[in-house]
């Protein structure tokens, strides 16, 4: 991942699209790229690539508490504007989504991070997951699956929605937890939990090493017999994404698409 500094503004851009996508380089170069941002009244960092790009810089930066202004020059995206709305004129519109706190205690470390679309917690040898899970104080159940997610709005587009599990909108103040090839209980839902929630996970019983990934990057792989605990909510830390104003509308039927609507 690359970066330039226009003024207080941050540009971010991968390699490998900057390489086959000659339309970025051009971008990049032009005099309209520079009065986009002289028309934005906030510093701005503007990701220019695609889903993994944004998810990235979203990693990279997001403490700053700058506005992402995220341009499709990739394939499939969700989380991106489409580059054709983007003028030197346009007006945007803010949009905020929560990111997810995770800590990680085994029994050798703890480790923190964040995740912007969602935590996934599998077995390195597709074995089956034995694991407790406690929502809050009082409500717990025993789980064995193959994997176990925990996805934002943002991304319950994703693995969730390949697991034929609910897609959010991304206003909704939820998280959905969703179960690969749930084995007890038998035909168990996803839960849909406010993003108030605390989720406790521990694996139990039949321990295996076991993955933990956020944002498709690998946390943490534990040792065979090694006690893992889980912990994820909602952060003090949000993310700050500008849509074009002429091109909202398409951002939002994206998520009723993805649920078989015609638009």
């Known amino acids: 991942m690359r ?8 540009v971010v851009y991968d390699s490998y699209n900057l390489e086959n996508k000659p339309e970025l380089q051009k971008f990049l170069e032009s005099k309209k790229l520079r009065q986009i941002l002289e028309n934005i009244k906030q510093d ?11 998810l990235r810089a979203i990693r990279k930066h997001y403490k700053e508490q700058k506005a992402f202004l ?60 034995d694991t407790n899970i406690k929502v809050n104080k009082n409500n717990s159940f025993d789980l064995q699956a193959d994997w176990l997610l925990v996805s934002t709005p943002a991304w319950s587009t994703g693995y969730n929605s390949s697991l034929h599990w609910p897609i959010l909108p991304h206003s909704s103040n939820s998280f959905v ?16 939990l406010e993003n108030s929630s605390k989720i406790k996970i521990e694996n139990q019983n039949r321990i ?8 498709w990057n690998e946390l943490i792989k534990t040792s065979p017999w090694e006690k893992i605990k889980l912990i994820v909510k909602k ?28 638009n």
């Not at 970066?3 to 941050?10: A, F």
């Not at 937890?177 to 849909?192: D, F, G, H, I, N």
């Not at 295996?208 to 944002?215: E, Q």
């Not at 830390?237 to 698409?257: A, G, Q, R, T």
Request: net charge neutral.
């Open 44 to 54: 701005v960092i503007m990701v220019l690539g695609w889903d993994w790009t944004i």
């Open 235 to 262: 952060s003090k830390f949000s993310v700050k994404l500008l849509i074009e104003k002429s091109y909202e509308d398409k951002w939002d039927n994206k998520v009723l698409e993805e649920q078989g609507f015609n």
């Open 208 to 215: 295996h090493s076991v993955i933990v990934s956020a944002d």
């Open 70 to 129: 995220p341009i499709n020059f990739g394939t499939k995206w969700f989380l991106l504007n489409d580059k054709e709305y983007i003028k030197k004129s346009s007006e945007f519109v803010t949009r905020e989504y929560p990111l997810l706190d995770l800590k990680i205690k085994t029994e050798n470390e703890i480790l923190k991070d964040i995740a912007f679309n969602e935590v996934v917690l599998k077995d390195i040898a597709w074995k089956m997951l």
């Open 3 to 10: 970066e330039k500094r226009i003024d207080n503004h941050i």
């Open 177 to 192: 937890m969703t179960y690969m090839a749930a084995w007890k209980p038998k035909l168990q839902t996803p839960a849909v």
